[in-house]
Structures are given as structure tokens and as C-alpha cells.
């Protein structure tokens, strides 16, 4: 539990927009888990099957309360730190643009239809490989560099039309493990 209880909030808190449900939901996946410990066939890694148990139980969820629709907060995401290896404070200037940036690019992603979002969260926040990603949501390992491409080009043309970016910077490849 202490390795990946992080990881499943995060993860949870993401799908739900909401700390108590994502707080219900990473309780209930852990005890889910543990109760099919003995069905676990060990063909994909445990934090993927775990992960699977989560997001399962964050979609049945969504879908009893599909009437009601949260809305990101934009401000949780503001505070979350823009590069964690960083050393000291950066500058007030430097950290009020990277704030900016941070609900720019939360809104970008926003904009994402719901398939592509997800894929791109698993890949850039939760650091999923293709392969891992491609379990998780059931879908062809091609399928899922295709809509990284996708979602990758469409939050880079989101932030150069919100002049975050300039329009012809050259977007990061997406590189296979």
C-alpha cells in the first residue's frame, strides 16, 4: 500500500475531481486487490493490474453519478510544483509564469476529448509505458501512440493559439521506451 497509494490517489483524484470519492476509491481498489490476490496472473506488472482495479472502480463511479459533472480546479493544479528536480525558489516572476502555464496547459488538456486525456495523463503524469497504457485501457499499443500524437498536437496548438507557445515551435517527438 505505502508503495503505490500515492500513484492511485493521484490517479483517482484525476478521474473523480473530488478528494473524499478518490479517497473511497483508492480504499476500495486496495481491498479489491487484495481479495483477488489469488487471481493475480502476474502476465502485466502489479502497479498495472492495480491501476486497472482503480480505474475501474473511478469509472463505475462516474457512471452512477454521471448527472453531476465536477469541473477540474484549476487552482490544485496551479500549486502542484512545475519541475520537482528543480533547486531553490525560482524568482516570483518565474514562478507566476510557470502558473500561468500550469492552468494554460490544465486547460488544454482539458479540451482533450475523454480517450486522448487519459491516454496522455497515463503517459505523462503517471509514467506509463505504451505497453502498460495499451493494458490499462484495452486498446493496440498503436493506438495508443496515435492518440498520444494526437493529444500531444492538440495541447501544443492550444497553448500557441493562448501565446504560451510560439505556433511553429517544433513539438517533442514521442519516443518509444
Not at 492552468?103 to 505504451?130: C, F, K, M, W
Not at 497553448?159 to 517533442?172: K, Q
Request: aromatic share 6%; proline share 4%; with cysteine.
Amino acid at each position: 500500500m505505502e508503495r503505490y497509494q500515492g500513484r492511485v490517489f493521484g490517479l483517482a483524484l484525476r478521474v473523480l475531481r473530488d478528494e473524499e470519492q478518490a479517497r473511497d476509491v483508492v480504499q476500495d481498489a486496495f481491498l479489491k486487490a487484495y481479495g483477488s490476490l489469488d487471481r493475480f496472473e502476474g502476465r502485466s506488472g502489479f502497479y498495472t493490474w492495480l491501476y486497472r482495479i482503480a480505474m475501474n472502480l473511478c469509472l463505475d463511479r462516474k457512471r452512477r453519478e454521471r448527472g453531476e459533472r465536477a469541473v477540474r480546479d484549476e487552482d490544485a493544479l496551479a500549486e502542484t510544483p512545475a519541475d520537482p528536480e528543480a533547486v531553490g525558489a525560482p524568482s516570483p516572476g518565474v514562478a507566476l509564469e510557470r502558473a500561468e502555464l500550469r492552468v494554460q496547459l490544465a486547460r488544454a488538456i482539458a479540451t482533450l476529448p475523454g480517450e486522448a486525456r487519459r491516454t496522455l495523463e497515463l503517459r505523462e503524469v503517471d509514467g506509463l509505458s505504451y505497453h502498460e497504457i495499451a493494458e490499462v485501457l484495452g486498446v493496440p499499443k498503436g493506438t495508443v501512440m496515435s492518440r498520444l500524437h494526437h493529444a500531444r498536437r492538440r495541447v501544443r496548438e492550444a497553448l500557441a493559439a493562448a501565446g504560451a507557445l510560439e505556433a511553429d515551435a517544433p513539438g517533442e517527438g514521442s519516443k518509444e521506451e
